[in-house]
C-alpha cells in the first residue's frame, strides 16, 4: 500500500510529500457531476455502491495519497433524530431547529451500525475495492460545527441562535453538546471498526469564538472524543489509527487547538505554515494550507505557491499536503490534477 499519508501522520520518514484534497470528491469533477446527474446528494450518501464510486475518482483521476469517505458531516444529525434535506443551491435544511428543551430531549444518541449503516458499509466495501492503493480516511463533524447547523437549521452568516443558545440557555447548550458528543464517539468507533484507517473531525466554524469560549464552547467536547477514541484504541477495542482535527479561521486558537490531543492538526491559509508550526510546538505534524481559491491561478503560479507551503512544512515533525478547506466547485479541475503532480515532484527526497 501506498502508506506516505499514514506515515507522515505518525511523524514518519517519507519519501515525499502526501497530498489529499478536502472536498476532493466533488462537483469541480464532471466525473462526480454525471453520477450525481442521476441521483440526489443524501442518495449518494445513503448508497454505499454510489458512496464507494465517487470515494475512488480522485484516486483515479489526481492520483492523491489517500482516500476521504464520500458522506456528509450531517448525516448523523438525522440518526439523532432531525430532518435532513439538501436543497439545490440553498444548502443543508434541518428541521426542527433545536432551539429549545424539547427540541433537545426528543433526540437521541443512536446506535451508528443501526442507524447509519450505509456509512459502515460504504467503507467495508472501499477497503475492498481499494485493495489496499491508499489509506481511506473517515470523518465526523466537530460538536460544536455540527450543533451550529442543528441549532440554526442549516447554515449561518453570524451564528446568533447558537450564540444565543450558548450565552441565555448555557446548561441546554451543554445537554445538546453532551449528546452530540456522544454520538460523533460512537460513530467514528464504528468507522474505525468498519475499517477507517485515520478520522478527521471537521471543525469548520471553530473560528468564529475568542480563544476561552472556543475552549470551553468546542474544543472541550473534541478533547473528551479524541480521549475516549484513545482510550479505546490502546485498550484494543478499536484500532490505532491518526486522529486529525481541523478548524478552519484557527489562527487565533493554535494555543488551544495544541491541547486538542488530536495525532495530525489542519490548518487553514490565512496563517503562514511555520508560524503555525512553531506555535502548536515540538512535535507538530500538520496538515495544509494552500488558499483553495488559489487554485484558479495558472499552473506555473500554482507551483511558487506549493513550494513556499512545502519549505514552510519543513519545520513540521510531519507535513500532509492539503488545501486550506474544501475545493471549490468552479475549479478548474486540470488544475487540481497539476497540483497533486507538483506537490508530489517538488517534495521528491
Ligand atoms: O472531502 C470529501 O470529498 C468527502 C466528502 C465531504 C462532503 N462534505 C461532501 C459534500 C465532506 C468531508 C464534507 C464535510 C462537510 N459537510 C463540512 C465540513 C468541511 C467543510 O467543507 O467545511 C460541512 C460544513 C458540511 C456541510 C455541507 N454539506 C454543506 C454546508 C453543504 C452545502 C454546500 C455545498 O457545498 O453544496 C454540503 C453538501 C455537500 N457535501 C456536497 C458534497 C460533495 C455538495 C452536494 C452536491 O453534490 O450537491
Not at 45 to 59: R, S
Not at 220 to 230: C, E, T
Request: with cysteine; hydrophobic share 40%.
Amino acid at each position: 500500500m501506498n502508506d506516505t499519508f499514514l506515515k507522515a501522520c505518525r511523524g514518519e520518514e517519507v519519501p515525499y510529500t502526501p497530498i489529499w484534497i478536502m472536498r476532493q470528491a466533488g462537483r469541480y469533477l464532471t466525473e462526480y457531476r454525471e453520477v450525481r446527474g442521476k441521483s440526489n446528494f443524501l442518495n449518494m450518501c445513503k448508497t454505499p455502491e454510489l458512496a464507494a464510486e465517487v470515494t475512488l475518482q480522485p484516486i483515479d483521476i489526481l492520483g492523491v495519497d489517500a482516500a476521504i469517505l464520500f458522506c456528509d458531516i450531517l448525516i448523523p444529525c438525522e440518526a439523532m433524530g432531525q430532518g435532513l434535506d439538501f436543497h439545490e443551491g440553498k444548502g443543508p435544511i434541518l428541521s426542527p431547529a433545536i432551539r429549545d428543551e424539547e427540541t433537545v430531549n426528543k433526540l437521541f444518541v443512536p446506535d451508528p451500525e443501526d442507524t447509519m449503516k450505509f456509512v459502515m458499509d460504504a467503507i467495508r466495501l472501499l477497503r475492498k475495492e481499494l485493495t489496499d492503493r491508499v489509506p481511506l480516511i473517515g470523518f465526523a463533524g466537530a460538536p460544536f460545527t455540527t450543533a451550529t447547523y442543528m441549532i440554526e437549521g442549516g447554515t449561518s452568516k453570524n451564528f446568533l441562535n447558537t450564540k444565543m443558545m450558548i450565552y441565555q440557555s448555557p446548561e441546554l447548550f451543554k445537554i445538546l453538546m453532551d449528546k452530540i458528543t456522544a454520538s460523533i464517539t460512537e460513530y467514528l468507533k464504528a468507522q474505525i471498526s468498519a475499517g477507517a484507517q485515520a478520522v478527521q473531525i471537521f471543525d469548520t466554524w471553530g473560528g468564529i469564538f475568542c480563544p476561552a469560549d472556543f475552549r470551553e464552547h468546542a474544543l472541550s467536547y473534541v478533547q473528551k472524543i479524541i480521549s475516549d477514541l484513545k482510550s479505546a484504541m490502546s485498550s484494543g477495542t478499536i484500532n490505532t489509527v491518526p486522529i486529525i482535527y481541523f478548524v478552519g479561521e484557527s489562527a487565533g486558537l493554535l494555543e488551544e487547538i495544541k491541547t486538542s490531543g488530536a495525532d495530525v492538526h489542519g490548518v487553514d491559509w490565512r496563517i503562514n505554515l511555520d508560524d503555525a508550526i512553531s506555535r502548536l510546538g515540538d512535535g507538530a505534524v500538520v496538515q495544509g494550507n494552500l488558499d483553495p481559491l488559489s487554485m484558479f491561478l495558472p499552473p506555473d503560479k500554482i507551483e511558487v505557491r506549493v513550494k513556499d507551503v512545502l519549505k514552510r512544512g519543513e519545520s513540521a515533525k510531519g507535513h500532509i499536503f492539503n488545501l486550506g478547506h474544501g475545493v471549490v466547485p468552479q475549479t478548474p479541475r486540470d488544475n487540481v490534477i497539476a497540483l497533486v503532480e507538483i506537490v508530489h515532484r517538488l517534495s521528491k527526497k
